[in-house]
Nanobody
Framework: VQLQASGGGLVQAGGSLRLSCTAS????????IAWFRQAPGKERELVAA????????SYVDSVKGRFTISRVNGASTSYLQMNSLKPEDTAVYYCAADKSMRVGVALNIYEYDYWGQGTQVTVSS
């Protein structure tokens, strides 16, 4: 599968952005999807993950209540709605796909097999 992330940009603190991850290739419903981010000098971290059917989601504590991950399998697309953005959310955001066909969500970066190219999110104070 090939993943294409888009929707990043520059936004003021308190603002919102919606990231999109569009997949091509094998049926999208076959993959668990996650969004990761990497800030300069920091390790890549899991932000949110969603199971193949969308029935399970998981979020890093720092974004709970502000970010929402979703997916539309018929459109082969996952979304990350980001509200109440903070300067510390500034990073390159990547979408990733887990091919294991697990029922729930994968929480470890090593469990993701395919990666999109990343989209920059910059939040100004």
């Amino acid at each position: 599968v090939q993943l294409q992330a888009s929707g990043g940009g520059l936004v003021q603190a308190g603002g919102s952005l919606r990231l999109s991850c569009t997949a091509s290739g094998r049926a999208f419903v076959s993959y668990g999807i996650a969004w990761f981010r990497q800030a300069p000098g920091k390790e890549r971290e899991l932000v949110a993950a969603i199971s193949r059917t969308g029935g399970s989601t998981s979020y890093v504590d720092s974004v709970k209540g502000r970010f929402t991950i979703s997916r539309v399998n018929g459109a082969s697309t996952s979304y990350l709605q980001m509200n109440s953005l903070k300067p510390e959310d500034t990073a390159v955001y990547y979408c990733a796909a887990d091919k294991s066909m697990r029922v729930g969500v994968a929480l470890n970066i090593y469990e993701y097999d395919y990666w999109g190219q990343g989209t920059q999110v910059t939040v100004s104070s």
